[in-house]
């Protein structure tokens, strides 16, 4: 897929995990076994996952549920899966603009 070119730039999950623009989702998640996606990013945590700095679980495992029900109707692809996904409801005066997801192994994306 990619040509062999000289690498311009690398972060890592670890760099985009002390940066804050990724979290580790079984540190969220309690007994949250090994899945495909094991990182999201602060964005789509945002839309409802994480209220008042709290894990909103039962929204997280419906993401995890939506995200595997993306996968499974698409196949199986190398690396990127795209799909739409029903935001949690939140009491909340901003509109979360996410109805997207993007999916790349091990991490979600908004």
Same mark, same amino acid.
């Given at each position: ?13 670890? =760099? ?8 580790? %989702?079984?540190? %969220? ?24 700095? =709290?894990?909103?679980?039962?929204? %997280? ?7 595997? =029900? ?15 996904? =029903? ?24």
């Amino acid at each position: 897929m990619f040509d062999d070119a000289d690498l311009i730039f690398e972060y890592t999950i670890k =760099e985009a995990v002390e940066d804050g623009i990724l979290v580790y %989702l079984p540190k %969220l998640i309690p007994g949250l076994s090994p899945r495909p996606f094991n990182y999201a990013t602060t964005n789509l945590l945002r839309c409802g996952y994480i209220v008042d700095s =709290e894990a909103n679980i039962p929204a %997280l495992r419906g993401l995890i549920s939506q995200a595997c =029900e993306i996968m499974r109707r698409n196949g199986k692809a190398d690396w990127f899966y795209s799909g739409k996904i =029903e935001l949690p409801m939140i009491k909340s005066k901003k509109l979360c603009p996410c109805t997207s997801l993007r999916l790349y192994p091990n991490i979600f994306s908004a």
